[in-house]
C-alpha cells in the first residue's frame, strides 16, 4: 500500500479532476448551439440564453454519471480498468472488454477536438460561415485561409501533437513537471482572460441596449437542445478516466465522493460563469470559431495583447490535454493486456514506468483518426470549396456519443449491484439513476435521428448526391462507422481472438498463471475486507499525523539551534 505521501489528499484529487475537465475551448462550439449564422450571412439559430440551463442539467446528468464511478470505485479491490472493471465484474467478460474499448475510443476523439482548438481556432478565419459565404460570392480565397487553410492548421496541430506525444518516453517525472507548470499557467491566463471578457463588455455597453437582447430573443427546440447537449456534454467528459486513478486515492470510499460533488459543481459553475462573460463580452454578435477572440474589438486597448493571451492559453491547454490522453490511452491498455483480451505487450513498461506500446498504439490510433475526422474532410473540403461539418460541435458530438455509451453502461451497472444487495444504494440514487439512463436513452435516439440520419433523410438541395450535403455526408458516415466499429471491434476481438487463445492456453503456462492472479480482482470487497480497509487507513492516518507532528517539531528544534 502507498503511503500518505505518496497518496493523493482531497485537495489535490478535486484540483486534478476540475484542471482535467474544465477549460475555455469549450466555447468553440457557441457559433453553432448559441448563436448561428444562415445562408444569407445573418444569425438565424441557437440556443441562446438557454445554454446556462442546458449546462445545469448537464451538470447534474454528469454528476449522476460520475457518483456511479465513485459507488463502484469503493467496492472494488483496485480501480485499474476502471469502468470496464465494474462492468465485467457485474455482467461478464465480454461487457467488460465493450466497456474497455469504449474507454479507449474515446481518447482519440477527444484528441481530434484538442487538435481542432490547438491552432485552428486561433489562426484560421475568424468566422467560417462568413468567410466561406463571401469566398463564395466573390470567388476569392486569398493568404493561407484558402479552401486549402484548415488542411495547413491541422498539420501544423498535428505536428504539436506528436510532439507532446514523445514528451511521455523522457518519463513520468518529465511528464507530470510539465503538465504541472503548464497547468497553473493556463488557469492563471484563464482568469485574466475573465477580467478581460468584463472590461470588453463594460467598454461597449450601451445604456440603451441590452447586452444579452439577441440570445433572450433566441428560442430553442427539439432539434437545437439534442445538438447543444450532445455538443456541450463532451465538456464534462474525463472524470471516468480520472476515477480509475482510484487506488492512489488517499481514503477514497470518503474522499472520492467529496471530491466528485465538488469537482462537478465547480465544473457547472465554470461553464455558466464563462458562457455569461463570453456572451456578456461579444453583446450579441454572432459567434466565430473562437468565441474568445472577440473579446477584443478593433478599437480596444486590449487589442495589443488580448488576442495572443488566448493563442497561448489555448496552446498550452491543448498541449497539456494531449500529453494527458496518450498517457491515459496507453494506461487503458494495460488492464486490458493483463486479462488476456489483447496481447501481452501492452502490459510492459519501461524503465520509466511509461506504457511503451500502448502509447505507440495509441499514436497510431489517432493518426487513422486524424485521417478520417481531420485530413480527409479537409481535402474533400478544399475541392468542393465547401466547408466542413467536421468541426470542433462534430467531434465533440461524437465524442459524446461514446460518453453516452459509457455512462449508459455504468449506471445499469451500480443499479444491479444495488438489486443484488453487493453494494449499498439509498432510494434517492435508484431514482436518479434511472432518471438519468432514460434521459441518456432519449438524447443517444434523438441525435441520431436529428443529426446523423439527416443528411440521408433530409439532404440539402433534396439530392444526397448534391455537393453541399457531401460534408454532411461524411461527417454523418464516419460517426457512426466509427461508433459502430468499436462494437463490432469488440465481438471480433472476444470471438476470434480472446476465446480461441483461452481455449488452446496452457494452465501450466507463466501466461496462463497471471492472467489467473488478475483474476481475482474481478469480484466485490465483503463488509468485513471494507471494515479492515478503513481500520487500516484510520491507523494510517494516525501514523502520518504523528509523522508530521515530528517534522514540525524537529524543525522548531532546529530553528532554536540556529539561534
Given at each position: 500500500m502507498k503511503t500518505k505521501k505518496e497518496q493523493l489528499g482531497l485537495f489535490s484529487i478535486i484540483w486534478i479532476g476540475f484542471t482535467f475537465i474544465a477549460g475555455i475551448t469549450f466555447t468553440a462550439s457557441f457559433g453553432e448551439i448559441v448563436l448561428s449564422y444562415g445562408n444569407d450571412g445573418n444569425i438565424n439559430g441557437g440556443v441562446g440564453l438557454n445554454i446556462l440551463w442546458i449546462f445545469v442539467l448537464e451538470g447534474f446528468i454528469a454528476f449522476m454519471c460520475a457518483w456511479?464511478?465513485?459507488?463502484?470505485?469503493?467496492?472494488?479491490?483496485?480501480?485499474?480498468?476502471?469502468?470496464?472493471?465494474?462492468?465485467?465484474?457485474?455482467?461478464?467478460?465480454?461487457?467488460?472488454?465493450?466497456?474497455?474499448?469504449?474507454?479507449?475510443?474515446?481518447?482519440?476523439?477527444?484528441?481530434?477536438?484538442?487538435?481542432?482548438?490547438?491552432?485552428?481556432?486561433?489562426?484560421?478565419?475568424?468566422?467560417?460561415?462568413?468567410?466561406?459565404?463571401?469566398?463564395?460570392?466573390?470567388?476569392?480565397?486569398?493568404?493561407?485561409?484558402?479552401?486549402?487553410?484548415?488542411?495547413?492548421?491541422?498539420?501544423?496541430?498535428?505536428?504539436?501533437?506528436?510532439?507532446?506525444?514523445?514528451?511521455?518516453?523522457?518519463?513520468?517525472?518529465?511528464?507530470?513537471?510539465?503538465?504541472?507548470?503548464?497547468?497553473?499557467?493556463?488557469?492563471?491566463?484563464?482568469?485574466?482572460?475573465?477580467?478581460?471578457?468584463l472590461t470588453a463588455g463594460f467598454m461597449h455597453l450601451d445604456a440603451k441596449s441590452d447586452p444579452f437582447q439577441k440570445y433572450k430573443e433566441t428560442g430553442i427546440d427539439l432539434d437545437g437542445f439534442v445538438k447543444a447537449f450532445t455538443t456541450c456534454f463532451f465538456a464534462f467528459g474525463g472524470i471516468e478516466t480520472f476515477i480509475t486513478t482510484g487506488k492512489n486515492i488517499k481514503n477514497r470510499g470518503k474522499n472520492m465522493p467529496i471530491a466528485i460533488v465538488v469537482i462537478m459543481i465547480a465544473t457547472t459553475a465554470f461553464y455558466i460563469v464563462f458562457s455569461v462573460i463570453t456572451m456578456f463580452a461579444v453583446g450579441g454578435k454572432?459567434?466565430?470559431?473562437?468565441?474568445?477572440?472577440?473579446?477584443?474589438?478593433?478599437?480596444?486597448?486590449?487589442?495589443?495583447?488580448?488576442?495572443?493571451?488566448?493563442?497561448?492559453?489555448?496552446?498550452?491547454?491543448?498541449?497539456?490535454?494531449?500529453?494527458?490522453?496518450?498517457?491515459?490511452?496507453?494506461?487503458?491498455?494495460?488492464?486490458?493486456?493483463?486479462?488476456?483480451?489483447?496481447?501481452?505487450?501492452?502490459?510492459?513498461?519501461?524503465?520509466?514506468?511509461?506504457?511503451?506500446?500502448?502509447?505507440?498504439?495509441?499514436?497510431?490510433?489517432?493518426?487513422?483518426?486524424?485521417?478520417?475526422?481531420?485530413?480527409?474532410?479537409?481535402?474533400?473540403?478544399?475541392?468542393?470549396?465547401?466547408?466542413?461539418?467536421?468541426?470542433?460541435?462534430?467531434?465533440?458530438?461524437?465524442?459524446?456519443?461514446?460518453?453516452?455509451?459509457?455512462?449508459?453502461?455504468?449506471?445499469?451497472?451500480?443499479?444491479?449491484?444495488?438489486?443484488?444487495?453487493?453494494?449499498?444504494?439509498?432510494?434517492?440514487?435508484?431514482?436518479?439513476?434511472?432518471?438519468?439512463?432514460?434521459?441518456?436513452?432519449?438524447?443517444?435516439?434523438?441525435?441520431?435521428?436529428?443529426?446523423l440520419l439527416k443528411p440521408f433523410t433530409h439532404p440539402e438541395g433534396g439530392v444526397i448526391s448534391n455537393s453541399d450535403n457531401i460534408q454532411g455526408l461524411v461527417s454523418s458516415i464516419f460517426q457512426i462507422i466509427y461508433v459502430l466499429g468499436v462494437v463490432v471491434w469488440a465481438v471480433l476481438q472476444y470471438h476470434l481472438y480472446y476465446k480461441p487463445k483461452m481455449a488452446k492456453l496452457d494452465p501450466n503456462s507463466q501466461e496462463a498463471k497471471e492472467i489467473a492472479e488478475y483474476e481475482k480482482l474481478f469480484r466485490l470487497l465483503s463488509d468485513k475486507e471494507m471494515e479492515a480497509i478503513a481500520l487500516e487507513q484510520q491507523k494510517e492516518d494516525e501514523e502520518y499525523k504523528k509523522y508530521k507532528l515530528q517534522l514540525k517539531e524537529e524543525k522548531l528544534k532546529n530553528k532554536a539551534v540556529s539561534k
Open positions: 456511479a464511478f465513485a459507488k463502484l470505485v469503493k467496492y472494488h479491490p483496485q480501480a485499474n480498468g476502471g469502468g470496464s472493471q465494474y462492468v465485467r465484474t457485474a455482467f461478464g467478460k465480454f461487457w467488460g472488454l465493450l466497456m474497455g474499448f469504449f474507454n479507449y475510443s474515446v481518447i482519440p476523439v477527444i484528441g481530434m477536438a484538442l487538435i481542432v482548438t490547438m491552432v485552428r481556432a486561433n489562426f484560421g478565419p475568424q468566422d467560417d460561415s462568413r468567410f466561406w459565404l463571401v469566398g463564395q460570392k466573390e470567388g476569392v480565397y486569398g493568404g493561407v485561409f484558402n479552401q486549402w487553410g484548415n488542411l495547413y492548421l491541422d498539420l501544423i496541430a498535428f505536428a504539436l501533437y506528436m510532439f507532446a506525444a514523445t514528451i511521455l518516453f523522457f518519463g513520468i517525472k518529465k511528464y507530470k513537471y510539465v503538465g504541472l507548470i503548464i497547468g497553473y499557467m493556463t488557469w492563471g491566463i484563464t482568469i485574466i482572460l475573465m477580467v478581460f471578457g454572432g459567434f466565430s470559431s473562437n468565441p474568445n477572440t472577440q473579446f477584443f474589438g478593433d478599437n480596444n486597448f486590449l487589442k495589443v495583447f488580448g488576442p495572443s493571451l488566448i493563442i497561448i492559453c489555448t496552446i498550452l491547454m491543448r498541449f497539456n490535454s494531449s500529453l494527458q490522453i496518450t498517457m491515459f490511452g496507453g494506461s487503458t491498455l494495460e488492464p486490458l493486456s493483463s486479462q488476456g483480451y489483447i496481447s501481452k505487450k501492452f502490459r510492459k513498461e519501461n524503465k520509466e514506468n511509461v506504457p511503451v506500446a500502448g502509447v505507440f498504439a495509441t499514436i497510431v490510433l489517432f493518426i487513422i483518426c486524424a485521417s478520417m475526422f481531420l485530413f480527409i474532410p479537409d481535402i474533400i473540403e478544399g475541392i468542393t470549396k465547401k466547408p466542413s461539418p467536421l468541426n470542433y460541435a462534430t467531434i465533440a458530438s461524437c465524442a459524446s456519443l461514446l460518453l453516452i455509451a459509457i455512462y449508459g453502461t455504468i449506471i445499469p451497472t451500480v443499479i444491479v449491484q444495488g438489486i443484488r444487495k453487493n453494494v449499498k444504494i439509498q432510494i434517492w440514487e435508484y431514482v436518479a439513476w434511472t432518471i438519468t439512463s432514460l434521459f441518456l436513452i432519449f438524447i443517444f435516439v434523438g441525435y441520431f435521428i436529428t443529426s
